[in-house]
């Protein structure tokens, strides 16, 4: 009943949330480097990042220098939260904050839809995402998407309709990454999937999709072209790249080490991006 009821209401947010993405356009100065931070679902009515992430974000900023950062819930809808919640059975239950296992369930479902829809669930992922950038200032921008576990899967859906209409270049940059063997591999210029040593999530994403073990397909093609890149973060779980949480082996938080990591990727220098 329970995972029935979480089904239920995920398909309801997703068809108001598409149907928002066909009429609300944002817009932006034109950009050559633009940041979206793909948080992946946590919880359809929540506007506001984690204090983990609005940290980690803040400092990410103060590290590169591009033209635009859109740091927000994504894929967070004003007008879909309002008329999602008036739905929504755990605010009746008299629930405030969502509880893990809950949230949990919301992601579960996220995973299945961009596994078994992708093209249909990826275009609207791409519409949202096109709505918040605007005009991209050349053919030689890049649009960067920075994303956690299921949002790595989230722009693998959208990259090929991204890179066919903005025309620009795409890196993806996942932390503890859990994806298939999508064809959006086929549309990125990088794919940097960084991973802690005890992120079980992670590794399990290897097996819940056995496509990414087939010696052909886009996965297969970005590894041999050295477009899908692996790199270690350190020895923490799923659930700790944005942490607090000191290292057992540096005197650096795992956020530290996550950013460390990131920015010392020499896409960014490539992409003639100042660190």
């Not at 979480?6 to 598409?18: I, P």
């Amino acid at each position: 009943m329970i995972l029935l009821w979480t089904l239920g209401e995920t398909l309801w947010w997703w068809y108001l949330w598409s149907k928002s993405t066909r009429s609300v356009t944002t817009s932006q100065m034109p950009w050559q480097n633009a940041v979206i931070f793909l948080t992946g679902i946590s919880n359809y009515t929540s506007e506001d990042l984690a204090p983990e992430q609005k940290y980690f974000l803040q400092e990410l900023g103060d590290r590169i220098d591009v033209d635009l950062i859109i740091a927000t819930p994504f894929p967070y809808d004003s007008s879909t939260a309002r008329e999602f919640s008036r739905w929504q059975i755990w605010q009746y239950l008299g629930g405030r904050e969502l509880p893990l296992w809950l949230i949990s369930l919301y992601n579960f479902w996220q995973t299945v839809l961009v596994t078994i829809l992708e093209k249909i669930y990826g275009n609207t992922i791409a519409r949202c995402i096109s709505n918040r950038l605007g005009t991209a200032a050349s053919l030689d921008s890049n649009l960067w998407l920075i994303c956690g576990s299921i949002g790595a899967g989230l722009a693998l859906a959208a990259a090929p309709i991204l890179r066919e209409e903005l025309q620009v270049n795409l890196i993806i940059i996942a932390y503890g990454g859990v994806f298939k063997a999508s064809a959006g591999f086929d549309a990125v210029d990088r794919f940097y999937q960084l991973t802690g040593s005890q992120d079980n999530w992670a590794k399990l994403g290897k097996f819940i999709f056995p496509g990414r073990w087939f010696p052909t397909g886009a996965y297969a093609r970005a590894i041999r072209e050295n477009r899908a890149i692996e790199q270690s973060t350190g020895t923490h779980q799923h659930l700790e790249y944005l942490s607090d949480r000191q290292s057992l082996i540096s005197n650096s938080t795992y956020r530290i080490l996550t950013l460390n990591t990131i920015t010392q990727l020499s896409i960014w220098q490539e992409k003639g991006v100042e660190i």
